[in-house]
């Protein structure tokens, strides 16, 4: 299994809110953005692994700046890190509205995902390798933001989650 650079998971999705889209407020409806975002990352996990991968959890997708109708909406995502057989996908959602020529940040978010193989068994992922600071960075913080999810999961004891810890405790 071949290891990976974080740039050959990168993936850019564009789309045009539409009014089939959006609320009644007018701005994109946020169960459509989350399934644009679930797809564009999926990709970014399908590149490292080159096989079929489900979405295992979802991280605290906030919500900084509603889009508008008739906006271009871009998602980029890219792999943080991998683990055994999952993988860690950061996303950024930005917004455009052409008109008032302006371009802002409307979402930022981390979805994990499992690679299986064609029969539907979890699989090793292979090794991803960050190249520039904020690919390290990213892979870095990536152990620590598994170990919480592990924690509010219910499948990690809060005194295993060592580098999580590290944060809180001084030795």
């Known amino acids: 299994m071949k ?3 974080a740039s050959e998971t990168a993936n850019t ?8 889209d959006t609320n009644t ?3 994109l409806m946020g169960g459509k953005l989350m399934h644009w975002m679930d797809i564009a990352a999926a990709i970014s996990a ?6 079929p991968v489900v979405t295992a959890s979802v991280d605290n997708v906030s919500f ?3 889009i ?3 906006n271009i909406l871009t998602i980029e995502s ?12 950061y996303l950024k959602v930005t917004g455009e509205d052409l008109q008032a020529q302006t371009k802002y940040v409307s979402n930022e978010a981390y979805f994990t995902f499992v690679a299986l193989s064609n029969q539907g068994v979890p699989i090793k992922a292979p090794e991803l390798i960050p190249e520039t600071e904020e690919e390290q960075e990213k892979y870095n ?14 499948k990690m004891k809060v005194d295993d989650a060592v580098e999580l810890k590290a944060l809180f405790v001084k030795s």
Do not use: D, W, Y
Request: glycine share 6%; aromatic share 4%; hydrophobic share 40%.
């Open 3 to 5: 290891s990976k650079f």
């Open 13 to 20: 999705m564009t789309e045009l809110v539409l009014p089939n």
């Open 25 to 27: 407020l007018i701005n």
């Open 46 to 51: 399908m590149r490292l692994c080159n096989a």
């Open 64 to 66: 900084h700046h509603p």
């Open 68 to 70: 508008k109708l008739g």
């Open 78 to 89: 890219k792999v943080t890190r991998s683990f055994s057989s999952s993988m860690e996908v």
């Open 141 to 154: 913080g990536a152990l620590r933001r598994r170990q919480l999810r592990l924690i509010l999961a219910g």
